[in-house]
């Protein structure tokens, strides 16, 4: 992994050779706040600071000491897809991008699947066709309400599957039947609704699989090595800050 970050870090400047305190940042450094000299009517705080070059040489050292030893890189891997997260990234960005590649794999067996399940209508259809040309009580009347039949199954199966491939496995139950069943029209009900409640449970399997791929993943923290750590710039503030004097 070849990956860079750019980060300020600030302490207060230690007085009478006590340790510089890194842990606790002086201030943020917006360096548009940056000036080469103070505001008239500032003044100094006077203290016994140490300033030479060897003082900064062992600030920085202790910077990364600390570095070294809290700073860490965390990303995330999905091992199903070899699958890493850039470091930074959060958790919920990385998954997103899991089942995008999630769904890629399932996308094929939900094609099969709604050809498998069509293939069933059409043989329901196919033969339901065959008993109404044989049928002497086939009518006008009888003849649209199986059309009707059929577009409903049609339409609930469509909606399972446009829902499980569209919202990324929203759902996977049948959408309630809204029309009426004469009883000469029993069988077709129970050979629509047994494809139906087949194809549920058939995406519901298809979701549990997805949901296992997509939601697999394993944490790594990388820790940096002093010689990870390139210092670019070191600089000597003074930090305006308020008063308060008591009466």
Same mark, same amino acid.
């Given at each position: ?41 500032? &003044? ?8 030479? $070059?060897?003082? %900064?040489?062992?600030? =920085?050292?202790? #910077?990364? !000491? @600390? ?69 002497? &009580? ?8 199986? $059309?009707?039949? %059929?577009?409903?199954? =049609?339409?609930? #199966?469509? !909606? @399972? ?87």
């Amino acid at each position: 992994m070849n990956h860079s970050e750019e980060h300020n870090h600030t302490a207060w400047l230690p007085e009478a050779g006590l340790a510089i305190d890194w842990d606790s940042p002086a201030t943020d450094i917006n360096e548009g706040w940056l000036a080469p000299e103070p505001d008239a009517g500032f &003044s100094y705080e006077q203290g016994n600071y140490s300033t030479t $070059k060897s003082d %900064f040489d062992q600030y =920085e050292a202790e #910077l990364i !000491d @600390m570095l070294v030893r809290t700073d860490r890189l965390r990303v995330f891997f999905n091992p199903v897809f070899g699958l890493f997260s850039p470091p930074g990234d959060a958790l919920d960005e990385f998954l997103g991008r899991v089942a995008e590649a999630a769904l890629g794999r399932v996308e094929p067996e939900l094609k099969q699947l709604r050809n498998r399940f069509e293939l069933q209508l059409e043989q329901v259809r196919e033969a339901q066709a065959a008993k109404g040309f044989r049928s002497e &009580s086939l009518n006008l009347d009888s003849f649209i309400s199986h $059309k009707l039949h %059929f577009f409903e199954s =049609e339409s609930r #199966l469509a !909606d @399972m599957f446009s829902t499980l491939a569209g919202a990324v496995f929203g759902t996977t139950q049948a959408r309630a039947r809204t029309e009426a069943f004469p009883r000469e029209e029993v069988e077709l009900h129970e050979d629509l609704a047994r494809i139906e409640q087949e194809a549920s449970e058939a995406l519901t399997t298809l979701y549990a699989e997805y949901l296992t791929l997509a939601n697999e993943y394993d944490v790594f923290e990388i820790g940096l090595q002093p010689d990870n750590i390139q210092v670019i710039r070191r600089m000597l503030l003074w930090v305006p800050t308020v008063v308060v004097s008591s009466q």
